[in-house]
């Protein structure tokens, strides 16, 4: 009994500091109440990693950080997409890859467009994007050595993600959810996704359940 009450204490403590780090445009609604699709963009990364590589090698490495977040996310919005949880739809990412490509936009380039010039070329009422920071190569995993005191006081952190909605046709930013990257977070990117949407899905604002209560 005892440590089930301990169990809750932790997760609602985790779920709290979730929800400290969440923004809401005061305009979300009125912005975003004709959206029907967004399209997801791979993250932009910034590695600081003790290995000594090369700038050509750290680039190529920030990639594919970056399109793994966009992977996951996917995966994840498809998975809750298939239980009717979401009030709108995203764009498979190999279409937004192959949209991007014809027109010459790049990870490395990318950063150039504005989020109104992106909507237009890919067709979607808004886009999701956010920016990695970290020390380790998260695709790869997590370092698995950790004591007991590392978990509940969350020491070793190897970073912090930011994910973000962006409105289309404003380019105004609607939502953004920030967190630390430490050996709580997940075992890989992949869970990690899994477990911070998780934590943040009762305030995400395409979420229908949060919709229905905002109404009651």
């Keep these: 009994m005892y440590k089930t009450i301990i169990s809750l204490f932790l997760l609602a403590s985790i779920s709290l500091h979730a929800q400290k780090n969440i923004y809401e445009s005061a305009k979300f609604n009125e912005l975003s109440k004709s959206h029907k699709t967004l399209a997801i963009l791979p993250f932009l990364t910034n590695l600081n990693l003790k290995d000594k590589i090369t700038k050509e090698e750290l680039k190529q490495l ?3 950080e970056g399109y793994a977040v966009q992977n996951a996310l996917e995966t994840y919005f498809s998975n809750r997409k298939k239980k009717k949880k979401f009030s709108v739809a995203f764009q498979n990412i190999q279409d937004t890859k192959a949209i991007l490509a014809k027109h010459n936009i790049t990870y490395l380039n990318i950063d150039i467009y504005t989020i109104t010039e992106l909507s237009k070329i890919l067709n979607v009422d808004g886009i999701i994007s956010g920016n990695l920071d970290l020390t380790i ?3 790869k995993g997590i370092p698995s050595g950790f004591s007991i005191v590392d978990y509940f006081l969350g020491d070793a952190n190897f970073g912090r993600i930011g994910m973000k909605i962006s409105d289309g046709t404003t380019g105004k930013l609607l939502w953004k959810y920030e967190k630390r990257i430490n050996k709580k977070s997940g075992k ?3 869970v990690l996704i899994d477990r911070m949407m998780k934590l ?7 979420e229908k359940e949060r919709k229905r209560e905002k109404r009651s």
Excluded: D, M, V
């Design 137 to 139: 190569l998260l695709s």
């Design 188 to 190: 890989n990117t992949t």
């Design 200 to 206: 943040a899905i009762r305030k995400f604002p395409y």
């Design 62 to 64: 920030e990639e594919k």
